[in-house]
């Protein structure tokens, strides 16, 4: 039994599910063809011995959803019913990220305001030992259209958008009577630091979520881009793989 999958754009062991420190584990594997996708969500209770597969599977326009649900597995079995649904998306996990290095853009490529904002993410990245991350074109022109969206309806609304049919981190701002640099977004981002406690992985009082996005050890590409007229401004930062998996803020938030 191949005990190798792929979840984002690394390999892990299988049985590290039945590892791990947590009491629950969430995993995502999505695959996408022409317009439609599936994605198997898998959540593990290490404590009550319980493994549930949601299974989406739908278009563009709407989803369906089944769900599996398995109850007092010995550790093969965990192992089986895991790579029973995994082993489906393993070509295209790799696909995805081989046509991610395959467009990797000169810096020159992207404007100033996205190399302003790729400098200020890995400014504050570098202060939490993790590695850089890049500009992705087409992370950009996904934001881009849903930057322009923003200032058509003047809201800030998440959008959920999914890049090559998989969840992407997506934090927002706004401002209005100056255009921001490229840096100032990220800084009010970062700025939620405060309200963060790195022991716990958890918020003292406030919003986090932008902040743990920027940092988050496993994001690896970025879409920046800014939309504005008549000195209102909207700004959307698109992260992949995505960022704020609940059980994982320790290992990927860290502390120096």
């Not at 769900?67 to 089986?80: A, D, R, W």
């Amino acid at each position: 039994m191949g005990k190798s999958k792929i979840y984002n754009e690394y390999h892990i062991e299988t049985n590290k599910l039945l590892e791990s420190p947590q009491t629950t584990d969430i995993y995502e594997i999505s695959q996408k063809e022409n317009n439609s996708f599936t994605t198997y969500l898998f959540i593990y209770d290490k404590q009550n011995a319980h493994l549930s597969i949601s299974i989406y599977e739908g278009n563009d326009n709407s989803y369906e959803s089944t769900s599996k649900s398995i109850t007092n597995l010995g550790p093969e079995e965990i192992v089986e019913n895991y790579n029973e649904y995994s082993a489906k998306c393993l070509d295209y996990r790799k696909e995805i990220f081989s046509l991610i290095e395959q467009s990797d853009a000169n810096l020159d490529d992207f404007t100033q305001f996205q190399q302003e904002g790729l400098r200020m993410n890995n400014k504050y990245r570098e202060t939490r030992h993790v590695q850089e991350i890049k500009l992705n074109k087409e992370l950009c022109e996904i934001a881009q259209k849903y930057a322009d969206h923003l200032l058509e309806i003047k809201n800030m609304q998440y959008s959920h958008d999914r890049f090559k049919g998989t969840a992407m981190g997506e934090n927002l701002y706004t401002c209005s009577g100056f255009k921001p640099d490229g840096g100032e977004p990220v800084t009010n981002w970062y700025d939620e630091i405060k309200v963060y406690d790195f022991k716990s992985g958890r918020s003292k009082g406030g919003a986090i979520g932008h902040f743990t996005q920027v940092i988050w050890k496993d994001s690896k590409y970025l879409g920046m881009v800014i939309s504005g007229k008549d000195n209102e401004y909207f700004v959307v930062a698109n992260y992949f793989p995505e960022g704020n998996w609940d059980g994982k803020y320790i290992e990927n938030v860290l502390e120096k």
